[in-house]
């Protein structure tokens, strides 16, 4: 019978080292990609939520410039224009009488005021403006892109600022963008509105 010696030979402190490195290696790199997917899923889900907000903003925005109206007391409908500034009269909450709404951009916040007249003869306080947050993370500025575009009844654009007697049609663009260095990208919301209830000077 042949006897056969057998040795078994264990891992060395240089192998030891070496798999633990490969190992830790590979652990850090799987753990930096799970959290990318977390940050950027998270990014698309916040980004999702903001433009949902914001075409629901955008669609009130739209029917109150629908309905522009004389102010209660007489006032020309159309009060002020800017690009990032839309200022009017409009019965918003259809109870015959008409409200001050004033669409501004502050910051990233794109906002709504109203102010309700009161006393005889009316009277507007902005004193007693209402606001609310239509949109956040609203990137027009940045983006060089205005809120409002102002044009006549022959489609001519008109600058804001200037006459507001021939101002029949308003176009609304929106950029949203939670994070501008990260994906998705900017996203733009568009809409417009013909004002109904003005006889307009082109």
Not at 22 to 36: P, T, W, Y
């Amino acid at each position: 019978m042949i006897n056969r010696n057998t040795r078994e030979r264990g891992y060395t402190l240089i192998e030891m080292l070496v798999v633990i490195s490969i190992a830790a290696l590979l652990s850090g790199v799987i753990v930096n990609s799970i959290l990318s997917f977390y940050r950027t899923n998270t990014n698309t889900f916040e980004q999702a939520a903001q433009v949902d907000e914001a075409r629901r903003g955008i669609g009130s925005m739209i029917r109150d410039i629908r309905e522009i109206a004389y102010s209660d007391n007489g006032s020309y409908p159309i009060v002020s224009t800017a690009t990032s500034t839309f200022s009017f009269y409009s019965d918003i909450d259809r109870d015959a009488s008409t409200e001050l709404v004033r669409y501004y951009l502050t910051g990233t916040s794109l906002r709504k005021g109203v102010t309700n007249s009161t006393g005889t003869p009316p009277t507007y306080d902005l004193a007693n403006e209402q606001v609310s947050i239509i949109s956040n993370y609203v990137r027009n500025p940045s983006q060089g892109i205005p809120v409002f575009r102002y044009y006549n009844a022959s489609s001519t654009e008109i600058t804001p600022g200037a006459t507001t007697t021939s101002i029949i049609f308003v176009t609304v663009d929106m950029v949203v963008n939670v994070d501008p260095y990260r994906l998705p990208g900017e996203f733009t919301l568009h809409s417009s509105a013909t004002i109904r209830n003005l006889k307009t000077n082109q």
